[in-house]
């Protein structure tokens, strides 16, 4: 089944330890891109890749690493959590040249 | 700031009418522009997208854009109970921009 798939779906941690969100995605796209989502604020890119090793910054980067290492892979790296970055978020793909983005189930992220 | 606006709703419409959804957008370099309908507690799924001026159908769907007034819309036509969500205008090729969305009830 062609899917993305983030891990955990749910996660509550504390300021300050780091975390790693991942993402993949079985349908061999080359674009993929992480969100989140509040209330009120609606859904905001953090980052983007185009392909393998090549990235760049949405719209709300700041707290936020990324990496594409393999084109099925691309994990949201939060160093130093804040409690300002509990939120939805999901991560999408699509195929170069098509304009249909595929999300992931969305995780719920708690920081205290 | 680059923005895309919608009205939050919720838009409430008797089963069976037209539903008519607007968003706005402040770039005008914009080319692409889509919408996403998301079901409560679901992952937003794409529903049309648009890059031309005037009118695009799909089903009951129907996109509109007008690039000189910067002015999507989208109707939903013999709205059923089943198309209650909510509905994410966007902008963008690879650095997409959305608007908060609107929540859409269509009443049985």
């Known amino acids: 089944e062609a899917q993305v798939t983030q891990n955990p779906r749910y996660l509550i941690t504390v300021t300050g330890k780091k975390l790693t969100v991942t993402c993949s995605q079985n349908m061999n796209h080359e674009y993929m891109s992480w969100y989140r989502q509040d209330p009120g604020l609606g859904l905001r890119q953090i980052y983007y890749s185009m392909n393998v090793e090549v990235t760049d910054k949405g719209d709300v980067p700041e707290g936020y690493k990324v990496s594409r290492k393999e084109k099925r892979n691309f994990p949201l790296i939060l160093e130093s959590p804040s409690p300002n970055q509990t939120s939805l978020y999901f991560c999408?793909?699509?195929?170069?040249?098509?304009?249909?983005?595929?999300f992931g189930p969305g995780t719920r992220l708690t920081v205290l | 700031q680059k923005e895309v606006e919608q009205n939050s709703g919720p838009l409430s419409v008797p089963e069976g009418a037209i539903a008519s959804l607007n968003c706005t957008y402040s770039d005008r370099g914009s080319q692409s522009f889509f919408w996403y309908r998301q079901y409560s507690g679901k992952s937003p799924e794409l529903i049309m997208f648009i890059y031309s001026n005037g009118d695009k159908e799909d089903g009951r769907f129907t996109a509109q854009l007008n690039k000189a007034s910067q002015y999507v819309s989208l109707l939903i036509r013999d709205s059923q109970p089943s198309d209650s969500a909510t509905y994410l205008c966007?902008?963008?090729?690879?650095?997409?921009?959305f608007g908060t969305g609107t929540r859409l009830k269509v009443l049985a």
């Open positions: 966007g902008a963008g090729t690879y650095k997409y921009i």
């Open positions: 999408a793909s699509r195929a170069k040249g098509d304009n249909e983005q595929f």
